[in-house]
């Protein structure tokens, strides 16, 4: 009886409450971090590859677009089944099932000869990781009430950030001295180095993620029984919808359609980045990557410093408008010094804190809303529509390069993509979803 009254004492303690929840971060986010920093470089090397295979096998700006961008037509095919699957067979299995498969097909992209195999294995990627972004979104829910996921999602997010931070130096050193080892060109090293590690972490996954709450060995039971209390007392405000009933949402499509305009810039940066430091004056693969770090080591502190300022005043609409207004803004500023290297490394730096830190910031919107079979599906949907901008945006950009000989308009393009996502936030998502 009195271990029982002690129990409960301590869980209605906002210092044992506080205890719990940094057990609970520092045993989650440190590996949840590493899974999406090895996942970011699997997706997204393919902009520094660029720097090399296009002169190598003769592709165009806009091959190059489609290639980078057909990735997320399979991911969005797979994404919603990817998720529901996951919420009934739980995160542990499925994520590491993505986690090995994607690394596998990534490390194929070194046998890329022709525009097809391009194609073919890009397409095949984004099916092998459909679902891990929103799973892990999903999985998230399980252990953080609403109140506290900003800063949650953004300290996961950031490994957006610090993958472009690592990313942009390792791989320029990677195809500037493997370049001709063994016969194979650094753009090929480049993608079999970096697909290994993902490999390794996927295995990893099956051993030391947990399903549930009640799963979890490291935590006591009344640790345990906070947790659970927490999350059942947040499910109160979310409902629960049939899956044809989550397409049907009209919450849900607007939410798409401004994680549809987010992307749009993300990727914008995430491809076109390389490529932009080296037109304003960077002079090979390593000076490029060593440049490319400074943009997302500022998006690392941002996000975490705006995500935090959104939790603490609980205030969601204002936070992700005016980031993404600041993310438009450096990316105009960024066509008028576009032969200027420090005046275009400081828009290219506003532009990316302003972008990805719209994104944990977004987050926070379905996950408040939605719970259950209609969260696994919800976030998913979300997710995949708003990824198309990945196919859109890189396409265009290629295109546009293509015609002009700029990318000064595609720029534009995905100025004015933030802008509209600024305005379906601020007139469309009510105060009680974004307070």
Known sequence: MSSTVGAIGRAENPEFGE???KKVTLRLIPFLFLCYVVAY???VNVGFAKLQMMSDLKF?????GIGAGIFFLGYFLFEVPSNIILSRTGARVWIARIMVTWGIISSLMLFVNSEATFYALRL???MAEAGFFPGIILYLTYWFPASRRARIVALFMTAIAFAGV???PLSGWIMQ????VHGWAGWQWLFLLEGIPSIIVGIWVFFFLDDSIRAAKWLNDAEKNYLEKEIAADSTTKVEMKLGAVFSNGKVWLLSIIYFCCIMGLYGIS???PQLIKNAGAKDVLHVGLLTSIPYAF???GMVLIGKNSDRTGERRWHIAICALVGAAGLLASTLFGDQISLSMIALSVATVGILSTLPLFWTLPTAFLGGTAAAAGIAIINSIGNLAGFASPYAIGAIRDATGSTAIGMYVLAGSLCLGALCVLVGVSRSMGR
Do not use: M, N, P
Request: glycine share 12%.
């Open 41 to 43: 470089l699997d997706r």
């Open 299 to 301: 998006a690392a502190i």
């Open 124 to 126: 095949v990627l984004g």
């Open 19 to 21: 205890s719990v929840y």
């Open 271 to 273: 491809f076109w980045l």
């Open 166 to 168: 690592i990313g942009g």
């Open 60 to 64: 165009s700006d806009a091959v190059y």
């Open 177 to 180: 001295y493997f370049d001709k």
